[in-house]
């Protein structure tokens, strides 16, 4: 019997364990490998700019990837940009 093991690695740094993110810009779509700690680097990157941007809907066949942020994280980060909680 033979066992198939694959091992997803950080298309950053090469750790196991990443999982998948999908996200679009200017019209182009990418996909990359991540670790926990890169997937929360990129959210917390872009946060500002989903905070102020407009939703359009999710590109057709894609599905959505889930990402919770504790609320206590969110209130810091909301007053460390200097906005009301």
Do not use: C
């Not at 950080?10 to 999908?22: F, K, L, N, R």
């Not at 102020?52 to 959505?64: C, S």
């Amino acid at each position: 019997m033979r066992k198939l093991i694959t091992i997803v690695r950080s298309d950053i740094d090469g750790t196991e364990g990443a999982e998948e993110m999908q996200f679009g810009l200017d019209g182009a779509y990418y996909t990359i490998d991540v670790s926990n700690d890169e997937a929360k680097g990129l959210h917390d990157a872009l946060a500002p700019y989903i905070d102020h941007a407009r939703r359009t809907g999710r590109v057709p066949g894609q599905k959505a990837r889930r990402f919770v942020v504790e609320p206590d994280a969110k209130r810091a980060a909301i007053k460390g940009n200097g906005r009301k909680a």
